[in-house]
């Protein structure tokens, strides 16, 4: 037995893309028969095998930790002999096209601290299959290209685990002996290894119902601990409000009786679409006004959309391999923002979406863990669920959908599940779709998936007075990036429109696409110089550089009527003086207050579109624009400015943070509107070194009757020294110590907190009694918040560094992927001055001396240094 478990691991290797194989045994049907116990559970499990092809290759079933303790074929128990274990796979030959293989194993999961495959988590015992944790559960060829009708068998202590869920629809169930009972499970729809799904505790369920177009009912349930129950109503609601939404847009009805959500405390992810079981980190289901900002109520109807429209995109057409994970997460990606975006404002929520990506996935192109949306090559495929595959991959499919408008998109769409139903598929496969059905030619646009980077355009705009004419010249080029150093011409759509400087108007938007390296736009009938806004609605994911003047900025931040495009002017001239502070030039600040000054008191705009705008661009973003990042010039530049807007607006800034306090909490747009407003309100009033600015945070922080405005006093409070700071602090924490996920946002506020202190607070933190590196979230609400705090995080000593790396060790031997994800601040070095890239490589460089390193973080670290 030892000399087979040391089989079990293997070094890590370099998968490719162009290795591609179709598999050599297919299965058919698979029945799991699971008898359920945190510290020793059994799984039986028979596989219905059939040979792919003419060949004479053994079966092989991949394992990860595992080891049979029993192997049949046909009924006959195999010798040892008749079967052995390789780089943890079961190898056995066979001599027929076809053969039923039965396995038998044991499992421990309540010492499962990696939460991949069977696990423990607060009294439930649940799964966590996606990428290739089905394999920690039984032996089976884990890959997506394998697909099977599941038949599932669960038994279990009844006092202990009342409910026992898998996926499909349930069949029968029963009691045994000594206070044990059963449930059996069918998913007839075939799907791969990694939508298997199962949990087991003691839940209770917000039950539902939704009718689908074609007149099914579905039973719909998500359950939780009885206590969470209250704040399901929002989750459920969003449920229903996808189910409909994605039969509306896309014709997509659901398949099964039974849709079932199941929320836990540690999961690695936001959630996981289980074909009808999805399971879900309890973040993204519990929401009430006292314990949920509006961001996390968009989060949960954001996640749970998501999550159903992968029904569709995701598991009846699913990925051929794992270089194509972008088929289905940024498809998915696409669909969940287009829901919110209608179920909110679509200005707002475009803004919210862009930021997210700037400050992701433009830093995760322009660093050492640059990759295609499409792959070529991973050594832990964990390490590629990213920015790029699911932000910049639901650009591309933007991208699409512009160019060939809502019909084409429509037929291209309908094609592509249509075709592919049952089916894993490829990117190509969807591009195909939409040339297709679609009828656009995307043969040059492919290079999107098979580029990193990120394209830069530099727009010039030059006017002809005697002619009339206007010429806007467009440039562009991508920096190399890891293993591309020469780049293709890209296909980038540029939405664009022309201003009239005297009317504030203009003759229609244009979609220019730029094909070329150097490529001239000719308009006319332009008697004076025109004002140009381009990329209107980030039309395409791109860095645009134009020789538009302050005052053309100022114009467009007023007058521009594409939302995003003023939102990008007004943070454009903020950028602006902002640089030119941090270079220690003499800049004039006026045109950005008048421009702030301009925007509050328009009373035709929204005042979340209006929140948006004026917040000054964040410290990340502002590094992004230098070649050498100075975190602590950027500090007190943006400081400074922050401090003069709330000087020199200081009554307007009194006057809205009055008016927007509302009588009552609700969620509709203008009341979450309203709050974000007062927030930004708040939080230049304070910044404005006003004497009673504390006191008038401590004031909200105390009166709110909503998480949203109480935890943005708290923020704001925590990034100064005031003695509201530390009572504030005490509150929060001895209100909600005993509400995990209310906890988070007090870690998470402490280390994102612009404190001359943030370092030292956060490795007390660290040592704080309700710390504990075995829950995701809490991990992610301390080290990944600091690791995000550019300005404490990149502490001139080092010790920030020190500190995360300390926490990826250890958190290492716990949790690997959790720990990986926490790597690359270490890996943008190459941005910062010599010395701060030297302490950020020598942590890196201690992290992978480190004994039994796992490949994520080796994979991630290894390249952070490259």
């Not at 939404?245 to 929320?263: K, M, P, Q, S, T």
């Not at 109520?297 to 972008?326: I, K, M, P």
């Not at 863990?369 to 390490?383: D, G, K, T």
């Amino acid at each position: 037995m030892a000399d087979m478990l040391s089989t079990a691991a293997a070094a890590p290797t370099v998968i490719r893309r162009q290795d591609y194989s179709p598999p050599d045994w297919l299965v058919p049907d698979i029945a799991l028969d699971f008898d359920l116990d945190p510290a020793r559970t059994i799984v039986r499990t028979a596989l219905c095998v059939t040979r792919n092809g003419d060949h004479d290759r053994p079966l092989r079933l991949d394992g990860d930790g595992i080891v049979p303790l029993a192997v049949c074929v046909d009924g006959r128990q195999l010798t040892q002999e008749e079967w052995h274990l390789e780089a943890g796979a079961l190898i056995i030959a066979l001599p027929d096209a076809a053969h039923k293989v039965e396995t038998l194993v044991e499992l421990a999961p309540e010492g499962n601290s990696k939460l991949m495959g069977l696990y423990a988590s607060g009294g439930l015992l649940c799964t966590q299959c996606e990428a290739e944790g089905f394999r920690r559960i039984t032996f089976f060829p884990d890959r997506p290209d394998v697909l099977s009708r599941y038949s599932v068998r669960l038994e279990a202590d009844k006092a202990r685990f009342p409910v026992l869920l898998a996926n499909g629809d349930p069949i029968e169930q029963g009691d045994l002996p000594e206070g044990r009972h059963w449930a059996r499970w069918n998913d007839p729809f075939p799907k791969p290894c990694y939508l298997f799904a199962l949990v087991a505790g003691d839940l209770a369920c917000n039950a539902d119902r939704f009718v689908t177009m074609s007149g099914r009912e579905v039973t719909l349930g998500i359950w939780v601990k009885e206590a969470d129950l209250p704040r399901t109503d929002h989750a459920m609601q969003a449920l229903k409000n996808s189910m409909a939404w994605d039969e509306r847009v896309y014709g997509r009805e659901y398949d099964l009786d039974v849709f079932n959500i199941v929320a836990v405390a540690d999961f690695n992810f936001g959630a996981m679409e289980n074909k009808g079981l999805n399971i879900f980190n309890s973040r993204y289901i519990l929401a009430d006004p006292e314990t949920a900002t509006d961001i996390d109520y968009d989060g949960v109807e954001g996640v749970v959309a998501h999550e159903y429209f992968h029904n569709w995109s995701g598991n009846r057409v699913t990925c051929r391999d794992w270089f194509q994970l972008s088929l289905k997460e940024g498809f998915t990606v696409f669909r969940d923002q287009n829901f919110s975006a209608d179920m909110g404002s679509h200005a707002v929520k475009r803004i919210e979406d862009v930021r997210i990506l700037r400050a992701g996935q433009f830093q995760e192109d322009s660093g050492p863990l640059a990759h295609p949306v499409r792959p070529e090559s991973y050594m832990e495929i964990s390490n590629f669920y990213t920015a790029t595959i699911y932000n910049k991959g639901a650009e591309l499919i933007r991208m699409m959908a512009l160019m060939m408008g809502p019909e084409r998109f429509r037929a291209g769409t309908d094609l592509y599940f249509d075709r592919h139903d049952g089916q894993a598929a490829t990117c190509e496969d969807f591009v195909l779709a939409m040339e297709e059905g679609g009828g656009q030619d995307l043969t040059q646009f492919r290079r999107w998936y098979e580029q990193a980077g990120t394209p830069h355009v530099r727009a010039l705009l030059s006017h002809d007075p005697v002619s009339q004419s206007v010429e806007l010249t467009l440039e562009q080029g991508i920096p190399p990036t890891p293993g591309q150093n020469d780049k293709q011409v890209m296909a980038i759509p540029l939405r664009t429109a022309l201003f009239d400087a005297a009317t504030g108007t203009h003759r229609g938007d244009e979609l220019l696409l730029l094909t070329e390296g150097n490529q001239s736009f000719t308009f006319t009938g332009f008697a004076s110089a025109p004002i140009l806004s381009i990329n209107r609605g980030f039309s395409a994911p791109v860095i645009v550089e134009t020789n538009r003047s302050q005052a053309d900025l100022a114009f467009l931040s007023a007058h521009d009527d594409d939302p995003f495009a003023r939102y990008e002017a007004m943070q454009q001239l903020m950028v602006n003086v902002l640089v030119g502070r941090i270079a220690g030039q003499a800049v004039d600040d006026a045109p950005v207050i008048e421009a702030v000054r301009n925007t509050i008191t328009d009373a035709a705009l929204d005042p979340a579109f209006i929140a948006e705008a004026i917040r000054l661009p964040s410290e990340a973003y502002l590094g992004d624009q230098m070649r050498v990042v100075d975190p602590d010039a950027i500090h007190a530049a943006r400081d400074a400015l922050q401090q003069k807007i709330g000087a020199e607006l200081e009554p307007l800034w009194r006057d809205i943070h009055a008016k927007t306090k509302a009588d009552a909490f609700a969620l509709s747009p203008s009341a979450k509107g309203a709050r974000k407003l007062r927030n930004v309100a708040l939080l230049y009033l304070v910044a404005s070194g006003a004497r009673d600015g504390p006191a008038i945070a401590f004031a909200q922080f105390d009166a709110a009757d909503n998480m949203t405005e109480r935890q943005a006093a708290l923020a704001t409070l925590a990034s100064g020294t005031s003695a509201e700071r530390e009572a504030a602090l005490d509150i929060f924490y001895n209100r909600y110590r005993d509400d995990a996920l209310t906890l988070d946002k007090w870690f998470q506020t402490q280390a994102f907190a612009f404190h001359p202190d943030t370092v030292e607070l956060v490795a007390q933190l660290g040592e704080h009694k309700d710390f504990t590196l075995a829950n995701p979230n809490r991990v992610r609400s301390l080290f990944g918040a600091f690791a995000a705090n550019q300005w404490a995080f990149h502490h001139a000593s080092g010790k920030g560094y020190r500190l995360l790396a300390d926490c990826i060790i250890a958190l290492d031997r716990l949790n690997p992927q959790t720990a990986a994800r926490l790597v690359p601040p270490l890996g943008r070095w190459k941005r910062f001055e010599e010395g701060r890239a030297a302490l950020m490589r020598a942590e890196l460089q201690r992290i992978l001396t480190q004994p039994g390193l796992s490949k994520d973080v080796t994979e991630q670290a290894g390249k952070s240094l490259d």
